[in-house]
């Protein structure tokens, strides 16, 4: 393992090349351009123990099991464990959230951005976790940031495509 620090300030950051093993994957720029910002163009309450989406932040150790947004009640997660503090498991809501179809379509499109930022990134703009999957694959952790951002694409893609003029839906921004 080999860990690299730069400062704010760091002449060349950008056109540094970042290598896995002997596999050159592209300049920290290239790949940090990846990065996904919030607008904050909706309503998200992250921590919400009435939130009707959960967020598994977290790969666990078993690789079918990563990191992913669901459904409430696909989660087995227990609500009475979710505080002002959690950063593993979390429910979200949103006066964007509809209906159950709304939220799974939500769910399923932001697990699909979610995916390609994570492929695009090699995984690297993601917190490490506390050790490996069983397939030997660092487990990773999603920042809620991030987590807003890919959440705020999502609904902005599916009403898009749910609405004739791509006009907003009816929630609280």
Known sequence: ICVCCFGPDSAG??????YRGEEALGTLGEIESHRVVPTNSYKLTFNDPNGQLALQ?????????????????????????IKHSSRLVTFISSPCFTSDDQIKQIAHTANVLLEELRTDTYDLIF???KGNRKDGTRRRRLDYRTARAILERAIRQQDTETTPHGTLWDCDR
């Not at 950051?13 to 970042?18: E, P």
């Not at 977290?58 to 227990?78: E, K, M």
Request: charged share 20%; no cysteine; hydrophobic share 35%.
């Open 57 to 81: 932040a977290v790969d666990t150790s078993d690789p079918n099991r990563p990191i992913g947004f669901l459904h409430r009640q696909a989660s087995a997660y227990n609500v009475s464990g």
């Open 13 to 18: 950051r950008s056109k540094a090349l970042v």
């Open 127 to 129: 917190s490490p976790f």
